[in-house]
């Protein structure tokens, strides 16, 4: 076996911090004709100019779409009202309010999606008016909030709920389309009109009962894993309201956190599912490339594109899982796709699974997540997990060739159609937008290739174990710095940091998941990450499940008691 330490390549990225005037000085001046020079160095120090001098041979992978393989033909493992298969009251530690939890409120009569949703609106109003403001939500339509409450009453009062998800409050991303709202993926220009056709997820949601309370924050476009908007206001971390909350899907772990819904919808391009989940100390799954609908998701960086939940547990994950996959008519990619299930999902059994780890990436970290996503592997393997030493060529490649990929499709994605508003963006936008505009044709053609290496590489990780973990993130929750509010930051390095782990998932359309593994000292939430075969998100479910029985949560500093 090759020496796993001479195997490891993945970098630390070292690029100048810049905020206040220095950030809006250089903004201007990499969009300026002069910025080339400056280009070139940042270029080269985030690895760009090394990948362009290594040889790929391999076919470009444009989409990472896997093979349908075999699945059982109809979801299994679903739980109910009336067979939960789980008791997450019985979990160590905080009890975070549940689906199944509202969903047996509402049958017993204990309380109505009515006193639900004007609780909801009372603590949103009052998370804005705090100090500093909680910043959750972009839109929140009372009127309209309250109209679903009110049908939702209705339905139970006559006993004829539409499902388990009735009246339970659910979040939306702003990078989804919903009627009535309009969609800004963070920015402030987009989003004049309103929807008028909801995304397939949220349409799934609505069927369901689902009570959709707004549109959460985000980083703008996407194209940031702090969260941080100029625009919008920064969410602030419930456990910790001085520190980020990760992104970009930050409002929608932001709200999960603090308690005002058990779940909500987030997308992930380099992360910005798992790391706000890892940061504020809730699950996120993002599921297999194709498993999840795209239809009414604003179309940023659809090769690495997935949109999944964020959920206060496992069995949340799960129900919100269940209720988002499968093929949709109006997604071709969607429909190449083997039929979801959740098979064995609740299985706290875990001696079948053999856990792949690449020590010095795993180790590749701050010592506090290392210790505490240590300490929880060991509990899994004393649970009946094996533990086996695996290796993964080429991730600093894969790490560059994701930069490329998502900047590259992100910056199409908004000069093509929106490149008048440039100087409108936030400043830390508009220098990743610069610095995509200097990537070559060529460039996002290697990067094409180096996914198929990538692909490979993983696959051939996947034979030899059932899952790879990871930390979810190479540290906690980073301080707010002061000299980044109002206007934003650019910290390259950090934000490398935070993503170590997170993008080649998006790269390869493996399903990945981060899940609570405990806090640090400071009380920040850590995240550990599983990340399985192409279609396997049961067993990513499983993991999870299986750490909340290990795992006390803690409750957060900022969490609204919603009665249930």
């Known amino acids: 076996m090759s020496d796993p330490e001479e195997i490891y390549d993945l970098k630390s990225v070292k690029l100048p911090y810049l905020s206040g005037r220095p950030l809006k000085a250089f903004a201007s001046f990499l969009e300026s004709s002069a910025g080339g020079v400056a280009t070139s160095n940042l270029l080269n120090s985030a690895g760009i100019t090394w990948l362009r001098r290594q040889q790929f041979d391999e ?58 949703a004007e609780r909801i609106l009372a603590a949103i109003q009052a998370s804005d008016k705090a100090d500093p403001p909680l910043r959750a939500f972009i839109a929140v339509d009372e009127a309209e909030v309250m109209r679903q409450a009110e049908e939702a009453t209705v339905r139970f009062r006559e006993k004829r709920p539409l499902s388990l998800f009735d009246g339970v409050p659910v979040a939306v991303k702003d990078e989804l389309d919903m009627v009535p709202y309009p969609t800004t993926v963070g920015t402030s220009f987009l989003g004049n009109k309103p929807a008028t056709q909801d995304a397939t997820v949220v349409a799934r949601l609505r069927a369901a009962g689902a009570l959709l309370i707004g549109k959460t924050n985000m980083h703008e476009i996407g194209i940031g894993v702090t969260g941080q908007n100029p625009h919008h206001g920064t969410p602030r971390n419930p456990y910790q309201p001085g520190h980020y909350t990760g992104g970009s899907s930050s409002g929608s772990a932001t709200a999960v956190a ?15 599912i798992r790391i706000p989940a890892a940061f504020c100390g809730v699950v996120g799954l993002k599921p297999t490339f194709g498993r999840v609908s795209e239809m009414g998701a604003f179309q940023l960086d659809w090769s690495v594109a997935h949109i999944g939940p964020l959920a206060a547990t496992a069995t949340d994950a799960a129900l919100a899982y269940a209720l988002m996959a499968g093929p949709d008519a109006h997604d071709p990619i969607s429909q190449q796709q083997p039929a979801p299930t959740l098979q064995s999902w609740n299985n706290l059994d875990l001696s079948d699974l053999t856990l792949g780890v690449f020590w010095p990436w795993f180790r590749h970290a701050t010592s506090d997540v290392v210790a505490a996503c240590e300490a929880l592997l060991n509990q899994f393997a004393e649970q009946g997990a094996v533990i086996r030493e ?12 994701h930069t490329l990929t998502i900047a590259s499709e992100m910056m199409q994605a908004m000069s093509a159609t929106y490149g008048q508003h440039r100087q409108d963006h936030a400043l830390d936008t508009r220098i990743n937008l610069a610095l995509a505009r200097r990537f070559l044709a060529t460039d996002y053609v290697l990067a094409q290739r180096v996914r198929t290496r990538l692909i490979h590489n993983f696959n051939q990780a996947l034979t030899e174990v059932d899952v790879i973990i990871t930390p979810a993130t190479g540290l906690p929750a980073p301080l707010i710095p002061a000299t980044a509010l109002p206007d934003g930051d650019s910290d390259l390095t ?25 806090y640090n000292e400071a009380g920040l939430p850590i995240g550990l990450q599983a990340m399985g075969r192409h279609w396997q998100e049961p067993t990513l479910l499983r993991l999870a499940l299986a750490a909340e029985q290990i795992i006390p949560r803690q409750k957060p500093q900022i969490f609204f008691d919603l009665g249930i």
């Open 494 to 518: 950090t934000l490398a940091e935070i993503m170590r782990y997170a993008t080649p998932a998006n790269f390869t359309g493996h399903p990945a998941i981060s899940f609570p593994a405990g």
């Open 59 to 116: 076919p470009p992978t444009f989409t990472p779409l896997a093979p349908r393989g075999d699945q059982p033909a109809a979801t299994s493992g679903i739980p109910t009202a009336e067979h939960p298969q789980s008791d997450p009251a019985s979990t160590p530690g905080f009890h975070f309010p549940t689906v199944l939890d509202f969903a047996t409120a509402y049958r017993e009569g204990k309380t109505t999606p009515t006193a639900v």
């Open 390 to 401: 695996i290796t993964i060529p080429d991730l600093e490649a894969g790490r560059v060739a």
């Open 258 to 272: 603090a308690g005002l819904c058990p779940v909500a919808i987030g997308a992930d391009g380099g992360g910005s």
